[in-house]
């Protein structure tokens, strides 16, 4: 069936640093590929987005590239901070429909 | 302020105590989905609705039941609750456009004695 894959599942990273995580997606059709980040204790809330028709999306220290391809897409965050340490989520659309197939989550910790 | 509600937030249960948990928008979204979150297995969807009256299972239904009467409830029921679904949930709706953004409720933690 269909799913998606998501790495690493931990990362740590120094604060200042780059961080980057990638997921891969089975379904050709997709066409939607939301990254949400859920701090501890608190509910997911939505990053970043970025469909089919677009290449690379970037929001301030925060970026989203996808290789429709390769069927891969990463998200990526520059110049770290204490305050993105939390677990973030990847997900792909089912073809273009509502649904979407959840990656199971990356920890990122932020040393300081 | 626009926001999904549920409850109860906390809820110590036993065994075969049928329990519903309530959600709620305010955002006239179409869509609406129940997840629950255990530690490793990320966000796995229970049941999901498209619109009133229609409802739908997601990958893990055993164990609960929706309804979908009204465009902004969406109760989850379990109808005779086990361990193993002591969980955190999720309840979360969206316009239901493909790609639009899901907004989440605080969550509702779960244990089952």
């Known amino acids: 069936g269909e799913n998606v894959e998501q790495h690493p599942s931990t990362l740590s990273v120094q604060e200042g640093d780059s961080a980057v995580i990638k997921c891969t997606y089975s379904d050709s059709a997709s066409n939607y590929f939301p990254w949400y980040k859920q701090e501890l204790g608190k509910r997911p809330q939505l990053i970043i987005d970025i469909r089919s028709n677009v290449g690379e999306k970037k929001d301030q220290r925060i970026a989203v590239t996808l290789n429709k391809t390769a069927k891969h897409f990463s998200l990526h965050i520059t110049e770290t901070q204490p305050e993105d340490s939390a677990v973030y989520f990847c997900?792909?659309?089912?073809?273009?429909?509502?649904?979407?197939?959840w990656g199971a989550g990356t920890k990122l910790i932020i040393k300081p | 302020e626009a926001q999904v509600t549920q409850n109860p937030r906390y809820l110590i249960t036993v065994t075969g105590k049928k329990l519903t948990v309530t959600c709620s928008q305010n955002?006239?979204?179409?869509?609406m989905s129940w997840y629950r979150q255990d530690p490793g297995l990320g966000l796995r969807q229970i049941y999901y609705s498209m619109n009133v009256e229609v409802t739908d299972k997601g990958d893990v239904p055993e164990g609960y039941k929706v309804s979908r009467k009204e465009k902004r409830n969406f109760p989850l029921i379990l109808e005779s609750p086990s361990p193993n679904q002591t969980s955190l949930y999720f309840c979360a709706s969206s316009f239901g456009r493909a790609g639009g953004e899901l907004f989440f409720g605080e969550g509702s933690r779960l244990t089952v004695l």
């Open positions: 997900a792909a659309s089912k073809g273009s429909n509502y649904q979407l197939i």
């Open positions: 955002m006239n979204h179409e869509y």
